[in-house]
């Protein structure tokens, strides 16, 4: 009897583990480089996330039975990203747009907001979207704010990558007024005495979860539970959390449980971006980063290093069938060269990434980010063993025939060990050049030193003392292959 006991026990837990693991996990993309209060990393604790939409996709997935998955992209990809497959929603700060609605698909909203003006606090001449004639204003890149200025104001409207750097360039007098979600101008202006909010609210922007056409189920689900969050009240508490109950919010939101505002995070926040720190405290807050920097150096350097490895090869591939193939092969590797050099590194990472999957290939983030460079510094490496090849004296593959050397062995052994000597510097030189550029790959879900350098900064408000560290990391990976290059050439000048 005991024996059926502990069968039918060891039936309910393998039964319940089954069920357990039935559903996958909800992998959500943002971009942790938005900044207070959407998503960014914790102060007290950089190698953790937090925010606003962090609490409220966390509260979703639990509600749907799901562990939460974060995976890092560029803002600007996070709806190609959802035709790939790579994550099953994304959810930053995405307004639900018409244009938008043509091309994924949106759950309700989760939060309702408006626009708001900012201006420096000395500045008496702006007090409205109507007052922008005759002055500049900026706003963040593809936002609603921006097509609110496109067709009502008269000013100059510049675009920029971070908030943070619009409101700095109004404080110093270099833009007379920011445009932007009012989230944004309550934590990145509202604790700046030299700026000041003004005019009404402007328009309506309502933030949803972007999903897949591909996944229309999706929906539902993340429908029944934000629901259940509003009905529960969990949706308030974290808006009251982070600071973000106005009173358009709530009335447009339809919030009924009365509940005020915490202020803490909001001065937490505040305190970082006006607090003066001495020298020692940042120096020991960089010794704190440091281990997040160095992994992020590591995979910087990781990928250059498989990337340089495939852009030697590839080079060479397409110099020996520029130089020794028939005419039809030659102007193949002539075309692609003039091609790979011709277009920018970003756009091709585009394609690689998110214009292949249109035609069924579909390649891993870092194999889209290796080949993508690769490809691209194998078209300057081509013109380098051209030109190294074809420095060779003549009277030296003369001699090579004299001798009855096949074609492989005289390049091999003539050719190419005296063209090695020429080709060495500027290979060495494209080399550190694939690293600085290894900073692209972000915009297709890679982590690398750039990226955290940007995310940490924008936490801390502090662009100049990481941007430095940042800077002296890069030189430390690029210095030692400089001097080792030096080396090489130093050796083969001797055997010369």
């Keep these: 009897m005991k024996m059926i006991k502990i069968a039918f026990l060891l039936l309910g837990l393998i039964s319940s583990n089954s069920f357990a693991g039935d559903l996958p996990p909800l992998k959500w993309a943002a971009d942790a480089k938005s900044g207070a209060p959407y998503m960014f990393v914790d102060p007290n604790d950089p190698k953790k996330f937090i925010g606003f939409e962090y609490d409220i996709m966390e509260k979703l997935a639990e509600k749907m039975g799901r562990k939460l998955v974060f995976v890092q992209n560029e803002w600007e990809s996070l709806v190609p990203g959802l035709d790939r497959d790579d994550y099953d929603v994304a959810a930053n700060g995405l307004e639900i747009t018409p244009e938008r609605q043509e091309q994924v698909l949106f759950s309700k909203p989760y939060y309702i907001t408006f626009e708001q003006m900012v201006v420096n606090a000395n500045n008496q001449s702006i007090h409205s979207i109507d007052d922008l004639s005759g002055h500049s204003v900026g706003t963040l890149k593809a936002s609603l704010a921006q097509h609110i200025l496109e067709k009502n104001a008269k000013g100059e409207i510049k675009f920029y990558e971070e908030e943070s750097e619009g409101y700095k360039d109004v404080e110093n007098g270099r833009l007379d007024s920011f445009f932007v979600d009012y989230p944004i101008a309550l934590y990145y202006a509202v604790p700046n005495p030299k700026l000041k909010s003004v005019g009404p609210a402007v328009g309506k922007i309502l933030y949803g979860i972007a999903i897949s056409k591909k996944h229309p189920e999706l929906v539902e689900q993340l429908n029944q539970a934000t629901d259940q969050m509003i009905q529960s009240g969990d949706l308030e508490k974290i808006l009251s959390k982070w600071n973000l109950l106005h009173p358009f919010v709530i009335q447009e939101m339809g919030l009924k449980f009365d509940v005020t505002n915490d202020r803490a995070e909001f001065q937490k926040m505040a305190a970082l971006q006006t607090k003066s720190i001495s020298l020692k405290e940042r120096l020991v807050r960089y010794g704190t980063l440091m281990p997040l920097l160095l992994k992020g150096a590591a995979r910087s350097l990781q990928i250059s290093i498989v990337a340089m490895f495939v ?148 936490t801390y408000f502090d662009h100049l003392g990481l941007g430095i560290l940042v800077a002296l990391i890069y030189f430390a990976i690029g210095y030692p292959f400089v001097r080792l290059a030096r080396q090489l050439e130093k050796n083969l000048k001797r055997k010369i």
């Design 311 to 458: 852009a030697i090869s590839f080079g060479l591939l397409l110099a020996l069938m520029r130089l020794y193939g028939n005419r039809g092969l030659s102007f193949v590797a002539q075309s692609v060269i003039e091609l790979l050099r011709g277009t920018p590194l970003l756009i091709q990472l585009y394609l690689i990434f998110f214009g292949l999957p249109y035609v069924g290939i579909h390649l891993d983030p870092f194999w889209a980010a290796i080949f993508g460079l690769g490809f691209n510094y194998g078209a300057y490496e081509a013109e380098n063993y051209r030109a190294g090849i074809e420095a060779v004296p003549k009277s030296q593959i003369e001699a090579a025939n004299a001798l009855a050397l096949s074609p492989s062995h005289r390049f091999i052994h003539v050719i190419f060990p005296q063209a090695y000597r020429i080709i060495l510097p500027p290979m060495t030189n494209d080399f550190i050049s694939l690293i600085k550029d290894s900073s692209l790959v972000s915009v297709i879900t890679m982590v690398e030193l750039t990226t955290v350098y940007s995310q940490l900064a924008s």
